[in-house]
Every structure is written in structure tokens, then in C-alpha cells.
């Protein structure tokens, strides 16, 4: 039934982008993504001294100069590697990418920013790309060989959301023009034995970017009320999402609904609770990897750190994994 | 040039000149006909005061009040204005060009000053909180490295991105209270 994956690829490398959000609030993404990898036999090299990305809303918005140039730095370590960026956040892949990019193309602000980057011994070549994991995990992967991967399909109702930064600008993407209605993630999510909800307003913003969630809290929430409004219209077990600070919005952001939004707007209206997983997490829970070392499992006894909504609903609708025949084919890579 | 002669005042034509610099794309802006797409499309504007047109409007005129409206703020940047425009403006690009210009003078929300004031000094936007916080122990428990391999780990990388605020002159260009 399931294709054997293919046994001829030459390994592939990639560079590790961390960002800030998934390894000092979101390490278990950091975790899973560690570890289906692995599995997939994708060696990632560490991005060694890499800061911030630096991220779009606050930075970009406020001063271009600096958001460039502590972005090129960033590519620059990624060069020495000599292997594409992974980035694991839409924040972090948007702005890498649309930095490699402009670097790329407009010679005279590669000449301004090598010349300052000259000052700290580095130099942005233009070497490399930068990949989102999703196009990694979609393209570069594919999803025949990820579905070859799968021993427990899931069997859950998910809701994606896609997150702004991986679809648009649609012109500087590689899915191509359909950012109204995309399908990728949904393959994936299918690939791993889930169903994906049409939701309404599937591509609606989590709310949390370009600094709103950092300025105007209150109206970053508005956003993501209406967002999980709809998904728990459509009967969502849990949101699958390939970036942390959406999940952020989501995870955190439901508490917050629960705690403010849903008081003053309707206090009839039940709270909120549907758990949120990251993309690299689903597929290590449909290639049987445990739970507790994809991180869904919240570590006991530590205050206030993620996951913030209980994951437990989640898990306990999983089935069960299936007995394990040494004849089948495509279990193990 | 033609609305200095006309003598009006909060109109600055500099500011236009200074977005149009940006790129190649950020000239379609000329192009809006203020047809109204990227309001409708804007998921902000439906929960918010924000009309996306109107700031169009404001840097296309140089009207230098957009620049302390906090409407300006309250985009989240997800570009669907930027894909539905009719005349292919980069509508958030420009949203982005008045920020920087909103910056430059000053009007930078509270919040957004201490995350670049904490990437300044951590490498990060939002950083660990060293070898005690409950994040690395949270890294711990997960049998991750406890410190990541990112300036965290690395002094002489976070002294790079102190020297890039450095020689990028951003203290002196922005002020931020520091």
C-alpha cells in the first residue's frame, strides 16, 4: 500500500535556521523537527552565532537598514555551511528569503551591505537559498516519500492555517500563484492519515504579525477569536500550523480569548480549547514517534511555558498504533 | 513640488520621494486609483479604524499626520492588499516605507522600542533569559541543548550585532530613549 521510499537520494543538508521564538519558547518544535529529520535521512548542520532573523514586524517596520543587514549576517553563516537555510517560522523564512532575494537582484545594496558586513570579516556571496520547511518537506522531500514514512495514520480532524509569510508576497514564493487556495499543507496533512477541514476563512491572519500582537494586543485577538470561532464551527480535533508565532497566537492567544475577549464579548460562549500542533510534530506522531519526545506532553512542573492549551483531547483520540509486521514495507527508513 | 506652491500645510512632498526610493515597484503607487480592493480585503480594517486606501492616499499626498496615526501600527503585514491590487502597488511595502518614515520622527510604539532595545542587547527578539530561566529548563527536560546554538551560545556573535547597530548608526538615526 504505502511506496517504499526511495533508498537512492543522496542525503540532503540542510542549515538550520532557529529564530528566537522556537528554541526560547517553542523548543519541542525545534525537537520534532530534530528528530523526523533524522528519520527522513536529512542531515541539518547548526547555524552557529545566528541571531534573530531579525523579525519583520518590529524591525522591518521600523528601520529597513538594520532588518537588511543583520539579516544578510545571518545568510552569511548559512554560506559558510555551504547548505540551504531550513527555517522553521513564516517570520524568519519571510525575511530571509525577501533579503536573499533583494540581495540578489539589486547589486547596489549587496555592494552597502558587504561593505559593512566587511567591517565584522563576513561576506553575503549569494550563494545559497532560502528554504521554508514546508518547501522542504513538500518538494524537496516530497510527500510520496514522507506518506512511505507514515505507520500510524492519525485519523484526525485538522485545521490548517498556513500563516501569511509562507503564501505571499506570492510573486517571491515558491507555491506558486494559487495563494487564495492553497493545497500543500493539506497533502501533507492528508499524507499523514488526518482530514483537512474546510474551514471559513481558511487564510485569515492569526492577527500576531507585522508588530500588532507586540502594540495592539486586544486587536491581534480579534483576529484569532474569529479565526478559532470558525474552526471549532468545522469540528477541529486540533490546528496544524508551520510557524511558531502563529501558534503562539493560537496556542497562548486562546487563553487570552477565554480570560478577556469572550468575557466582555459573550460569556455564554464555551472557552476555548483546541490544541495546537506544529507541522514537523504530526508527521513524527504519524511515523509512531512518541509523544513525550515530540514534546506534546507539557514538562511537569514548570510554570507558564508552552504548550499553554492542554494537548491531552489531542492525543487521547489518536488510534492506537497498529501492530507492526516486519513484512510491511515503508515502516522504517 | 505642486502642493508646496499650493501653499497647503501638513503636506510633504519629501515624504513620497523618500518611499518611491525603496524599489523599482514602490513607483506603481502613482497608479492607485483608489479603488477601495485593499481596504475590502484588509482583515485588519474589519476590526479596526484602519483603511488601507486612506494611507495610500496619505503617501501618495505627503500628508505627514498619517505618519503619527496609530492606524499605521495596526497592520499585521499578511499582503493580501499587496496580491488583490488591481494596479500592482505594493501596498504593504508602502505601509512598511511609512513606518520607517514614522520611525525616523519619533512615533514608534512603547513596545517595539524594548523588542529592538532587547535585540540589541540579547541578539534576540525574545531571548532565552540565560542558564536559569524556565525555558532552559524546559530545553532540558526535552534533551535539547540547554543554551541554542545561536548568539546565546556565542559571545563574539553577539558582539557582531552589537557592531552592526553600531555601523549602521541606528542610535543615531533612531531614537528609541535608550
Known amino acids: ?333 | 513640488m505642486y502642493y508646496k506652491q499650493t501653499g497647503l500645510k501638513g503636506l510633504n512632498p519629501r515624504m513620497i520621494n523618500q518611499i518611491l526610493k525603496g524599489s523599482e515597484e514602490m513607483k506603481r503607487i502613482r497608479s492607485c486609483m483608489q479603488c477601495g480592493e485593499c481596504s475590502a480585503s484588509c482583515p485588519s480594517g474589519r476590526f479596526t479604524a484602519m483603511r488601507t486606501r486612506k494611507l495610500i492616499h496619505s503617501a501618495l499626498l505627503g500628508v505627514e499626520k498619517v505618519l503619527q496615526e496609530p492606524e499605521l501600527w495596526m497592520c499585521t503585514t499578511c499582503y493580501r492588499c499587496l496580491e488583490r491590487c488591481p494596479r500592482r502597488v505594493p501596498v504593504t511595502d508602502v505601509i512598511i516605507a511609512l513606518r520607517n518614515i514614522a520611525a525616523l520622527e519619533g512615533y514608534i510604539h512603547e513596545n517595539m522600542k524594548n523588542t529592538i532595545k532587547t535585540l540589541q542587547k540579547s541578539g534576540h527578539a525574545v531571548p532565552l533569559g540565560g542558564p536559569d530561566s524556565v525555558y532552559t529548563k524546559q530545553r532540558i527536560a526535552l534533551n535539547l541543548d540547554p543554551i541554542p546554538p545561536t548568539v546565546q551560545k556565542y559571545p563574539e556573535a553577539l558582539e557582531e550585532v552589537k557592531k552592526l547597530f553600531e555601523i549602521s548608526k541606528f542610535k543615531e538615526r533612531i531614537s528609541l530613549e535608550w
Open chain 1, 1 to 333: 500500500m504505502a511506496e517504499q521510499p526511495s533508498m537512492t537520494l543522496k542525503q540532503q543538508v540542510y542549515s538550520l535556521f532557529l529564530g528566537c521564538v522556537i528554541p526560547n519558547r517553542f523548543p519541542m518544535y525545534e525537537k520534532a523537527t530534530r528528530v523526523i529529520m533524522q528519520k527522513l535521512n536529512v542531515e541539518l548542520k547548526n547555524m552557529e552565532g545566528a541571531s534573530c532573523c531579525p523579525a519583520p514586524g518590529a524591525v522591518r517596520s521600523v528601520d529597513n537598514k538594520i532588518w537588511s543587514l543583520l539579516g544578510a549576517r545571518n545568510i552569511t553563516i548559512a554560506e559558510n555551511n555551504k547548505a540551504d537555510i531550513m527555517a522553521l517560522c513564516n517570520g524568519c523564512y519571510g525575511t530571509l528569503s525577501d533579503v536573499n532575494h533583494s540581495l540578489k537582484t539589486n547589486a547596489q545594496l549587496a555592494k552597502e551591505i558587504n561593505d559593512d558586513l566587511a567591517k565584522i570579516n563576513r561576506h553575503y556571496d549569494g550563494s545559497i537559498n532560502v528554504k521554508h520547511i514546508m518547501e522542504i518537506l513538500v518538494k524537496d522531500i516530497s510527500i510520496p516519500r514522507i506518506k512511505a514514512a507514515v505507520t500510524r495514520p492519525l485519523g484526525l480532524n485538522v485545521a490548517i492555517h498556513y500563516g501569511c509569510h509562507l503564501l505571499s508576497p506570492s510573486s517571491l514564493r515558491p507555491f506558486g500563484g494559487n495563494f487564495e487556495n492553497p493545497r500543500f499543507f493539506d497533502d501533507l496533512v492528508e499524507a499523514c492519515g488526518c482530514k483537512s477541514l474546510d474551514y471559513q476563512e481558511r487564510l485569515l491572519c492569526c492577527g500576531a504579525g507585522g508588530g500588532v500582537r507586540g502594540s495592539y494586543r486586544d486587536i491581534s485577538l480579534e483576529f484569532t477569536h474569529q479565526k478559532v470561532h470558525n474552526m471549532r464551527e468545522a469540528g477541529a480535533d486540533c490546528i496544524a500550523v508551520a510557524c511558531p508565532f502563529c501558534a503562539l497566537q493560537f496556542d497562548l492567544g486562546q487563553n487570552e480569548i477565554n480570560e478577556i475577549e469572550r468575557k466582555i464579548l459573550d460569556p455564554d460562549e464555551p472557552p476555548y480549547k483546541i490544541p495546537v500542533i506544529y507541522v514537523s510534530q504530526l508527521i513524527g506522531l504519524a511515523m509512531g514517534i512518541d509523544a513525550q519526545e515530540l514534546g506534546l506532553i507539557k514538562v511537569p512542573g514548570l510554570q507558564n511555558i508552552s504548550p499553554f492549551t492542554d494537548t491531552s483531547p489531542l492525543l487521547s483520540k489518536l488510534k492506537p498504533m497498529p501492530v507492526q509486521t516486519p513484512t510491511e514495507g515503508g515502516a522504517k527508513i
